[in-house]
Protein backbone atom coordinates (compact mmCIF):
# COMPACT_ATOMS: atom_id res chain seq x y z
CA UNK A 1 0.00 0.00 0.00
CA UNK A 2 1.15 3.50 -0.56
CA UNK A 3 1.47 5.63 2.74
CA UNK A 4 2.20 9.05 2.98
CA UNK A 5 4.43 10.51 6.00
CA UNK A 6 3.58 13.91 8.00
CA UNK A 7 5.47 15.35 10.55
CA UNK A 8 3.50 15.34 13.85
CA UNK A 9 3.99 18.54 14.44
CA UNK A 10 5.22 22.63 13.06
CA UNK A 11 5.20 25.17 14.66
CA UNK A 12 5.52 29.02 13.60
CA UNK A 13 6.12 32.38 14.85
CA UNK A 14 2.98 34.68 13.82
CA UNK A 15 3.91 36.23 10.78
CA UNK A 16 6.56 34.26 9.33
CA UNK A 17 6.11 30.99 6.90
CA UNK A 18 5.07 27.51 8.21
CA UNK A 19 6.07 24.56 5.61
CA UNK A 20 3.97 21.19 6.07
CA UNK A 21 5.64 18.55 4.24
CA UNK A 22 4.44 14.95 3.44
CA UNK A 23 6.23 11.79 1.68
CA UNK A 24 5.87 9.47 -0.33
CA UNK A 25 7.83 7.63 -2.67
CA UNK A 26 7.67 9.06 -6.02
CA UNK A 27 5.16 11.57 -4.60
CA UNK A 28 5.63 13.77 -7.61
CA UNK A 29 4.09 11.47 -10.23
CA UNK A 30 1.04 11.56 -8.09
CA UNK A 31 -1.58 14.58 -7.63
CA UNK A 32 -1.52 15.94 -3.97
CA UNK A 33 -4.28 17.79 -2.15
CA UNK A 34 -4.20 19.57 1.11
CA UNK A 35 -7.15 19.84 3.54
CA UNK A 36 -7.23 22.03 7.14
CA UNK A 37 -9.38 20.57 10.09
CA UNK A 38 -10.05 23.06 13.16
CA UNK A 39 -11.15 21.49 16.15
CA UNK A 40 -14.93 20.17 16.26
CA UNK A 41 -14.85 21.38 12.37
CA UNK A 42 -15.30 18.99 8.96
CA UNK A 43 -11.94 19.24 6.98
CA UNK A 44 -11.75 22.29 4.77
CA UNK A 45 -10.09 21.80 1.32
CA UNK A 46 -6.88 24.78 0.96
CA UNK A 47 -4.86 23.03 -1.89
CA UNK A 48 -5.86 20.91 -4.81
CA UNK A 49 -3.66 19.02 -7.68
CA UNK A 50 -0.51 20.28 -5.46
CA UNK A 51 -0.61 23.82 -5.99
CA UNK A 52 -4.28 25.56 -6.43
CA UNK A 53 -5.83 27.59 -4.53
CA UNK A 54 -10.20 26.51 -4.35
CA UNK A 55 -11.89 30.17 -4.50
CA UNK A 56 -11.99 31.81 -0.77
CA UNK A 57 -8.62 30.53 0.49
CA UNK A 58 -5.79 33.11 0.90
CA UNK A 59 -2.83 33.61 -1.33
CA UNK A 60 -0.58 32.86 1.47
CA UNK A 61 -1.38 29.54 1.24
CA UNK A 62 0.46 27.00 -1.69
CA UNK A 63 1.68 23.97 -2.44
CA UNK A 64 4.38 22.22 -4.42
CA UNK A 65 5.55 18.80 -5.33
CA UNK A 66 8.85 17.38 -6.37
CA UNK A 67 10.51 14.18 -5.92
CA UNK A 68 9.48 12.29 -2.88
CA UNK A 69 8.01 15.36 -1.25
CA UNK A 70 5.35 17.46 -1.40
CA UNK A 71 5.05 20.49 0.89
CA UNK A 72 2.12 23.03 1.67
CA UNK A 73 3.38 26.44 2.30
CA UNK A 74 1.72 29.08 4.79
CA UNK A 75 3.21 32.32 4.54
CA UNK A 76 2.78 35.61 7.11
CA UNK A 77 0.89 32.55 9.57
CA UNK A 78 -1.89 33.94 11.45
CA UNK A 79 -3.40 32.58 14.54
CA UNK A 80 -6.44 31.22 12.75
CA UNK A 81 -4.30 29.08 10.57
CA UNK A 82 -3.47 26.98 13.85
CA UNK A 83 -5.30 23.28 12.61
CA UNK A 84 -4.22 20.38 11.62
CA UNK A 85 -3.12 19.90 7.86
CA UNK A 86 -3.88 16.71 6.17
CA UNK A 87 -2.40 15.49 2.60
CA UNK A 88 -4.56 13.17 0.41
CA UNK A 89 -3.54 11.41 -2.66
CA UNK A 90 -5.13 8.67 -5.03
CA UNK A 91 -3.46 5.07 -5.26
CA UNK A 92 -3.98 4.21 -8.81
CA UNK A 93 -2.55 0.45 -7.85
CA UNK A 94 -4.68 0.06 -4.95
CA UNK A 95 -8.05 1.95 -5.91
CA UNK A 96 -7.47 3.53 -2.42
CA UNK A 97 -7.67 7.03 -1.06
CA UNK A 98 -4.38 7.86 1.32
CA UNK A 99 -4.31 10.31 3.94
CA UNK A 100 -1.25 11.47 5.51
CA UNK A 101 -1.17 11.48 9.65
CA UNK A 102 -1.86 14.90 9.84
CA UNK A 103 0.26 17.95 11.19
CA UNK A 104 -0.62 20.09 14.13
CA UNK A 105 0.23 23.69 13.01
CA UNK A 106 0.35 26.07 16.14
CA UNK A 107 1.40 29.57 15.98
CA UNK A 108 3.52 31.11 18.53
CA UNK B 1 -24.45 26.42 -2.69
CA UNK B 2 -23.03 23.45 -2.38
CA UNK B 3 -24.56 21.43 0.87
CA UNK B 4 -23.76 18.02 2.02
CA UNK B 5 -25.86 16.69 5.31
CA UNK B 6 -25.06 13.27 6.92
CA UNK B 7 -27.53 11.52 9.27
CA UNK B 8 -28.25 8.50 10.48
CA UNK B 9 -25.57 7.86 13.09
CA UNK B 10 -25.90 6.36 16.45
CA UNK B 11 -25.06 4.49 18.88
CA UNK B 12 -25.08 0.70 18.22
CA UNK B 13 -23.65 -2.51 19.40
CA UNK B 14 -20.88 -4.61 18.50
CA UNK B 15 -22.22 -6.57 15.62
CA UNK B 16 -25.25 -4.28 14.84
CA UNK B 17 -26.03 -2.38 11.63
CA UNK B 18 -26.92 1.57 10.58
CA UNK B 19 -27.56 2.95 7.56
CA UNK B 20 -26.13 6.80 6.79
CA UNK B 21 -27.34 8.81 4.74
CA UNK B 22 -25.85 12.53 3.20
CA UNK B 23 -28.47 14.60 1.27
CA UNK B 24 -27.17 17.07 -1.33
CA UNK B 25 -28.08 19.65 -2.64
CA UNK B 26 -26.74 23.42 -4.62
CA UNK B 27 -24.90 21.13 -7.34
CA UNK B 28 -25.74 18.69 -9.78
CA UNK B 29 -25.78 15.62 -7.93
CA UNK B 30 -25.13 12.77 -10.79
CA UNK B 31 -21.95 14.15 -12.16
CA UNK B 32 -20.53 13.83 -9.06
CA UNK B 33 -18.29 11.07 -7.70
CA UNK B 34 -19.19 10.45 -4.21
CA UNK B 35 -16.95 9.09 -1.55
CA UNK B 36 -17.07 8.66 3.09
CA UNK B 37 -14.39 9.26 5.31
CA UNK B 38 -14.38 8.78 8.75
CA UNK B 39 -12.57 9.99 11.86
CA UNK B 40 -12.07 8.22 15.64
CA UNK B 41 -11.54 10.06 18.20
CA UNK B 42 -8.65 12.31 18.35
CA UNK B 43 -7.05 10.32 15.12
CA UNK B 44 -6.51 11.46 11.51
CA UNK B 45 -8.97 10.88 9.05
CA UNK B 46 -9.78 7.61 7.18
CA UNK B 47 -10.94 7.30 3.90
CA UNK B 48 -13.60 4.67 3.98
CA UNK B 49 -15.41 4.47 0.46
CA UNK B 50 -15.72 5.69 -2.98
CA UNK B 51 -18.44 5.45 -5.47
CA UNK B 52 -18.68 6.88 -8.89
CA UNK B 53 -21.96 9.19 -10.24
CA UNK B 54 -23.32 6.43 -11.64
CA UNK B 55 -22.82 3.55 -9.12
CA UNK B 56 -20.76 1.75 -12.05
CA UNK B 57 -17.45 1.83 -9.84
CA UNK B 58 -17.10 1.28 -6.21
CA UNK B 59 -14.30 0.92 -3.86
CA UNK B 60 -13.75 0.29 -0.36
CA UNK B 61 -11.03 0.68 2.05
CA UNK B 62 -9.75 -2.95 3.60
CA UNK B 63 -10.88 -2.26 6.56
CA UNK B 64 -14.56 -1.98 5.99
CA UNK B 65 -14.95 -4.60 2.94
CA UNK B 66 -17.20 -6.98 3.30
CA UNK B 67 -19.52 -5.38 6.01
CA UNK B 68 -20.10 -1.72 4.53
CA UNK B 69 -22.53 -1.29 1.17
CA UNK B 70 -21.83 2.02 -0.65
CA UNK B 71 -24.58 3.45 -2.77
CA UNK B 72 -26.57 6.54 -3.80
CA UNK B 73 -30.22 7.58 -5.38
CA UNK B 74 -29.47 10.06 -7.99
CA UNK B 75 -33.05 10.87 -8.24
CA UNK B 76 -33.03 11.79 -4.22
CA UNK B 77 -29.85 13.90 -4.45
CA UNK B 78 -28.51 10.99 -1.86
CA UNK B 79 -25.25 8.76 -0.93
CA UNK B 80 -25.81 5.68 1.61
CA UNK B 81 -23.52 3.80 3.59
CA UNK B 82 -24.98 0.47 5.35
CA UNK B 83 -22.97 -0.70 7.71
CA UNK B 84 -23.00 -4.24 9.14
CA UNK B 85 -21.36 -6.49 11.52
CA UNK B 86 -20.00 -3.23 14.03
CA UNK B 87 -17.17 -3.17 15.70
CA UNK B 88 -15.71 -1.12 18.43
CA UNK B 89 -13.42 0.78 15.99
CA UNK B 90 -15.76 2.07 13.59
CA UNK B 91 -16.79 4.13 15.88
CA UNK B 92 -15.62 7.59 14.86
CA UNK B 93 -17.44 11.02 13.00
CA UNK B 94 -18.46 10.03 9.05
CA UNK B 95 -18.82 12.46 6.25
CA UNK B 96 -19.52 12.38 3.08
CA UNK B 97 -17.66 14.31 0.55
CA UNK B 98 -17.94 15.11 -2.96
CA UNK B 99 -14.82 14.76 -5.11
CA UNK B 100 -14.23 16.26 -8.47
CA UNK B 101 -10.73 14.54 -7.92
CA UNK B 102 -10.22 15.62 -4.25
CA UNK B 103 -12.66 16.73 -1.48
CA UNK B 104 -14.10 19.84 -2.41
CA UNK B 105 -17.18 20.00 -0.03
CA UNK B 106 -17.78 18.39 3.25
CA UNK B 107 -20.75 17.58 5.70
CA UNK B 108 -20.42 17.92 9.17
CA UNK B 109 -20.34 14.44 9.90
CA UNK B 110 -22.70 12.03 11.71
CA UNK B 111 -21.19 10.32 15.00
CA UNK B 112 -21.12 6.61 15.23
CA UNK B 113 -20.65 4.93 18.19
CA UNK B 114 -20.59 0.88 18.66
CA UNK B 115 -20.30 0.14 22.51
CA UNK B 116 -22.08 -2.59 24.27
Known amino acids: SYDLTQPLSVSVALGQTARITCEGN??????VHWYQQKPGQAPVLVIY???NRPSGIPERFSGSNSGNTATLTISRAQAGDEAVYYCQVWDSITAHVVFGGGTKLTAL | DVQLVESGGGLVQPGGSLRLSCAAS????????MQWVRQAPGKGLEWVSY????????HYADSVKGRFTVSRDNAKNSLYLQMNSLRDEDTAVYYC?????????WGQGTQVTVSS
Open chain 2, 26 to 33: GFTFNTYN
Open chain 2, 97 to 105: ARDPGFFDY
Open chain 2, 51 to 58: IGGSSSTI
Open chain 1, 26 to 31: NIASKN
Open chain 1, 49 to 51: RDK
